[in-house]
């Protein structure tokens, strides 16, 4: 589990290879991500919006961004936690993801950024 704390929140990261939606004879890889956001702040917040970086091991780059996260824009109360999960198609055997969420603080009604730390996904095989 890969963690890192950014603003007064905490974001821990795990991963898992989903190999009954991956096909490497056609190059397709399939991963799946569970992200905690604890709330180590005094103050309650909203999670508004997030933005990935994608690199995928064959030097492929994309670049994510909306509202909210799985479809919800979550409110996270002082000394709480969201926990979801989502997933990412990669067409190697490694990728890494890292980006932020834009957050806004209740109390103040101010906007600010979460950093989400660089996670790696490599298929078992890739691993041997």
Request: aromatic share 14%; glycine share 6%; charged share 15%.
């Amino acid at each position: 589990m890969i963690t890192k704390i950014s603003s007064g929140i905490q974001i821990s990261v795990e991963t898992f290879y989903q190999p009954e939606y991956s096909n490497p004879f056609t190059n397709e890889y399939m991963f799946a991500y569970r992200i905690t956001i604890d709330n180590l702040n005094a103050f309650p917040v909203k999670l508004l919006r997030r933005h990935w970086f994608i690199y995928d091991c064959n030097c492929e780059r994309r670049e994510v961004e909306g509202e909210g996260v799985v479809g919800v824009q979550p409110i996270v109360l002082p000394g709480h936690q969201y926990q979801y999960v989502s997933g990412c198609n990669f067409k190697s055997e490694m990728g890494k993801m890292s980006g932020h969420y834009t957050m806004l603080n209740l109390d103040t009604q101010t906007n600010f950024t979460v950093n989400i730390p660089v996670f790696e996904m490599i298929a078992p095989a890739k691993l041997n």
